[in-house]
């Protein structure tokens, strides 16, 4: 066996699955047909669990600027920025990143896992510490991890535990980068942003704000937590994804801090990756556009998520702690989650299956997101598929 | 604690292990956290965070890297709190 002596775990798992006869982390799309249909297994399933929460995939202006850019610049940039040059594009979108958060800098990164890998890493390094909600996503403890820098977990969201591992700290405060997130991937949540600048003001920690999940989602031109926290002067740095709100794929850094710029030198996965196509680029930009100009699609997207939420909520489920485009639904044992999923798809509902460790406090659930895309009636089909399978299921 | 005795800590961690739904009599300082006791790695940073409110201690998640064992894990916590 040897190297994969340590898949051992894996390997019984997947054998697990294989004699179930269906696999949840491996459902192929036959055919896409809009951001919220698809074809799987020869049938027409509903999609609610695709994190496109502004429905932007199938966007005309968006798919004509990314076939225009194609057929202009080419289907790929074929190196990193450094070696290969920068196109005209890149420099656009962070421009008009910047000018969208009203922040002196941007820096655009192949993904937005490698985003937070390469902030992160670059921003810290041994004798400084990092501070993350236990909640954070997985790119956030693998930047903390390969910064070299002392990690520090404190309780999912809640302030008071924050400020007794601040206070331990003492001088090295000031050192101290502070992680968390808009909307947390997996409960659907918001951090409590406003005490933790408070903190920061008795602190002064560095603070960055992980907008993944809530850029298009919050505030009121959509920016995300920090916006709709009234946070922004208080915030040192806002990554994000390109691939949830925005349709496409790729991430960023945002700042006040002009130094922001020398990262781009120093970080390792800005150096060392292929720089985002011109087609993703021309995407984002226009996607981007349509983000700023108008809130029709967050509230739309706000009316589907309330409705979900609602439903699930009168049937009787445990869910999430507050109405987000993110719902996460428990159905108390992992054996029983995994059925319900198998029995959700077979409904024609498809969404995603989170055990442990990627769902929290060693739970599993059901994990549900809403798009502006959705219709009324495609909500109330979610709902009813829930209900049938509340039916067989013990909440 | 003012001063870090060992078989203080080790007890303190014993406890702590308890609230994990730990057999106290499972748990000798030979024990792997992992292998033995079946922590995983989510438990293990919960753990983490109960040390440093118990012993009111800094425990960077790093420290984990070296520690194998109970022993391990109370001289890593001792190393700490004289820090």
Redesign the interface.
Known sequence: MGLFEKFTTIANGRNMLDQLGFDPFNVEIEEILSPTMARIAGREVLLAGTNNYLGLTFDPRCIEAACSATRAEGTGTTGSRMANGTFAGHRALERELAEFFGCAKAIVFSTGFVANLGVISTLTGPGD?LLID?DCHASIYDGCRMSGA??????HNNAADLE??LR??GDRAKNTLIIVEGIYSMLGDRAPLAEIVALKKKYGFWLMVDEAHSLGVLGRKGMGLVEEADCLEDVDFIVGTFSKSLGAIGGFCVSNHPELDLVRYASRSYLFTASPSPATVASVRQALQLLASGKDLRERLWCNARHLYDGLAKLGFSLGPEPTPVIAVYVRSKEETLFSWKELLDQGIYVNLIL??AAPD?KSLLRCSVSAAHTHEQINHIIKAFSAMSADITL | MSRADYAEIFEEVKTLLGRFGKSLENIDEEADIINDLGLDSLLVMELVQEVEDAFDISFPLNDLSGIRTVKDFVLQIQKNIEV
């Open positions: 510490t236990g002392d990690i520090i977990r404190f309780r007794k591992r331990r700290l442990p460790p060693g």
